[in-house]
C-alpha cells in the first residue's frame, strides 16, 4: 500500500464511520420516543380494558420490559459497536499514513546523504 491508497482507505473508513456515528446518534435520540410511544400504548390499552391508569412506575417497567423497547436498545448498542469499530480502523488507517510518511523522508534523507559520499 501507498501512501495515497492509505489515504483513499482512510477517507472511505472516515466515512463510514461518519455514517455509522449518524446512525448510531439517531437511534440513540429516538429512544426516549420509542419509550414514550409504548407506554402512551400501555396506557391507552388499560383505559381501552376498562381499567384505570396504571401508576408510572409499573408503567415504565412494563415499557422497558417491551420487545420494541428491547429491540430498540439492542440495535442502538449494535449500532454504537459499529460506529466504534469503524473509528478504530479509521485512526489506524491515520496512523498508518503518518508511519508512511516519516518512513518515505527518512528513506529520501538516507538517499540523500549517501548521495554525498
Known amino acids: 500500500m501507498n501512501l495515497v491508497e492509505c489515504v483513499e482507505m482512510e477517507v472511505k473508513v472516515g466515512l463510514e464511520w461518519a455514517d455509522a456515528k449518524a446512525k448510531a446518534d439517531q437511534l440513540k435520540e429516538l429512544l426516549g420516543h420509542v419509550l414514550d410511544a409504548e407506554k402512551n400504548r400501555i396506557v391507552a390499552d388499560a383505559m381501552r380494558g376498562g381499567q384505570k391508569k396504571?401508576?408510572?412506575?409499573?408503567?415504565?417497567?412494563?415499557?422497558r420490559g417491551a420487545d420494541v423497547y428491547r429491540d430498540h436498545v439492542v440495535a442502538m448498542v449494535e449500532a454504537a459497536r459499529e460506529m466504534n469499530t469503524l473509528h478504530v480502523r479509521y485512526k489506524?488507517?491515520?496512523?498508518?499514513?503518518?508511519?508512511?510518511?516519516?518512513?518515505?523522508?527518512?528513506?529520501?534523507?538516507?538517499?540523500?546523504?549517501?548521495?554525498?559520499?
Do not use: G
Request: proline content about 3%; charged content about 45%; cysteine-free.
Open 54 to 63: 396504571p401508576a408510572e412506575d409499573a408503567i415504565s417497567r412494563e415499557a
Open 92 to 117: 489506524a488507517y491515520e496512523r498508518l499514513f503518518e508511519a508512511m510518511r516519516t518512513a518515505e523522508v527518512t528513506n529520501r534523507k538516507q538517499d540523500e546523504r549517501s548521495k554525498e559520499f
